[in-house]
C-alpha cells in the first residue's frame, strides 16, 4: 500500500493553511531552514514574502531555488515537501500580496494591523517557485492499526 498522495491530494494539502519550513542552500555552511508564511493556489506556483536585504532574500538571490515543507501536528500524520528553481522575484503588491498573506494567517483583524506596521512594504520582495520534485507521505491511507 502506498502512502504517496496524488497530485490532487498534494496540490490540495498544500494550499492548506499551514506554516511552512522554508529551506534555501547556504553555500558550506550547509542549508538554512525556518518557518515562513506561504501562498499556494492548486496547480500554481508557491510564493512567499521576504525582505530582500534579509539572509532570506540574499541566499534567495545566490541560490536561485528553495523547498518548501509543511506538515500535520497530529495523527495521522501528512506532509508535502515542494522543491524547485526560483520563476520570479517581484515587487509585492499591498491588497493582491500582503494583506491577503497576513490576513490568512491572522485574521482580517491582526493580519491589517500587521500590515499597518509596513504599508509600503519597503525591502519587501515576492519569490515565486516553481514546483519540480514533490515529496508527499499520508499516514492516514494505512488504515486502521487497531
Known amino acids: 500500500m502506498s502512502l504517496i498522495m496524488s497530485k490532487e491530494e498534494r496540490e490540495a494539502f498544500l494550499a492548506d493553511l499551514h506554516v ?3 529551506s534555501v ?11 515562513i508564511w506561504y501562498w499556494y ?7 512567499i514574502l521576504t525582505g530582500e536585504n534579509s539572509r532570506k532574500g540574499k541566499l534567495l538571490m545566490e541560490a536561485k531555488r528553495f ?3 509543511v506538515q500535520t501536528e497530529t495523527p495521522p500524520y501528512k506532509y508535502v515537501s515542494v522543491e524547485g528553481p526560483v520563476s520570479a522575484i ?4 499591498l491588497e493582491k500580496h500582503a494583506r491577503p498573506l497576513s490576513r490568512r494567517y491572522l ?5 491589517d494591523a500587521y500590515i499597518e506596521q509596513d504599508p509600503e512594504l519597503k525591502g519587501q520582495i515576492l519569490v515565486r517557485m516553481k514546483p519540480e520534485r514533490w515529496l508527499t507521505t499520508d499516514y492516514a491511507k494505512m488504515g486502521s492499526l487497531g
Open 41 to 47: 493556489d492548486e496547480g500554481g506556483e508557491p510564493w
Open 90 to 93: 517581484e515587487q509585492p503588491d
Open 107 to 111: 485574521g482580517d483583524e491582526m493580519g
Open 20 to 22: 511552512a519550513v522554508f
Open 67 to 69: 523547498c518548501l515543507c
Open 25 to 35: 542552500a547556504e553555500g558550506n555552511n550547509g542549508t538554512l531552514t525556518a518557518p
